[in-house]
């Protein structure tokens, strides 16, 4: 039988590294929102090999989609397959979690489609520690305020419509990379409440920028182009890059800006969209 599924992009609006733990993970304070923006999955669960296929990207070895089918068979100690096959429309390794996406939905269907129990939250903890951080949240599929490494998820909403405009310059970051920079200067905690995450989505930063842009000065120079754009609220880089966005209250100026920045950097990648934050 063949299953579809919708696998979303997400965007960090802000993103805070606030300590590093004693396994060497650093601990951070993100807010997440789920846009449009979506790859689209086909499950075939009649076969008797597993595989998983891509479209409008070359095949990603090692893939964390393969990993988590054997995690699924691991836990309910079975041996079934899957062949998977994925339409990539969100930019791979661009800080817009894609692959923890995809990975997510597959968490979720296969288990309903080969009857297995859902996931417990210990489960999904342990996704978070040997797979892939940011898969619990899209594995909740909710916008939320994210802690620690990614597991202890508070669903918020702000109730604020906004549009986002994307933009990304083809630079494939290593996330791995990025964190290996950050040796200290935390920022301090802020509390889990709406009017704390309204302030660091439109005062707040990324942590990780300053390290992405020392590796990708193009990163730095898209920002400032980004901020100049008429009426750009927030102009900052999502999870560990290599995407930037820039926030606006009306349509009509993140559409000029869209225009704008296609006419600038001719070979990037450029979407905008609603977001209800």
């Keep these: 039988m063949i299953y579809t599924a919708r696998s979303h992009a997400k965007v960090n609006l802000f993103l805070n590294v606030v300590d590093r733990n004693t396994n060497g993970y650093h601990n951070l304070q993100s807010y997440f929102i789920l846009l449009s923006l979506s790859d689209f999955i086909t499950i075939d669960s009649s076969v008797d090999i597993s595989s998983c296929s891509f479209e409008n990207c070359k095949l990603i070895e090692n893939n964390i989609v393969i990993k988590v ?3 699924i068979n691991t836990i309910n100690n079975s041996l079934k397959f899957a062949k998977i096959h994925i339409k990539k429309n969100i930019p791979i390794a661009a800080g817009l979690g894609g692959g923890s996406s995809n990975a997510a939905v597959v968490l979720n269907l296969l288990p309903k489609i080969w009857n297995f129990p859902e996931l417990t939250a210990k489960q999904i903890s342990e996704v978070a520690h040997n797979i892939g951080a940011d898969v619990p949240f899209f594995y909740y599929n909710k916008n939320a305020f994210i802690e620690g ?5 508070t669903p918020i909403n702000i109730n604020k419509k906004l549009f986002i405009l994307l933009i990304n310059p083809g630079l494939a970051v290593e996330t791995k990379e ?3 920079c950050v040796k200290g200067d935390f920022t301090p905690k802020i509390s889990c409440n709406k009017d704390d995450i309204i302030y660091e989505i439109f005062h707040g930063k990324n942590d990780l920028e300053k390290y992405a842009i020392q590796k990708h000065p193009l990163i730095g120079e898209l920002l400032k182009i980004i901020k100049k754009q008429n009426n750009c609220l927030v102009g900052r880089m999502s999870g560990s890059g290599s995407t930037c966005f820039g926030i606006f209250e009306q349509e009509e100026d993140v559409k000029v800006a869209m225009n704008k920045l296609k006419e600038i ?4 990648w450029v979407h905008y969209e609603k977001i209800y934050v």
């Design 178 to 180: 990025i964190y290996l």
């Design 149 to 153: 490494i990614g597991y202890k998820i």
């Design 265 to 268: 950097f001719k070979n990037f």
């Design 69 to 71: 089918l054997n995690y």
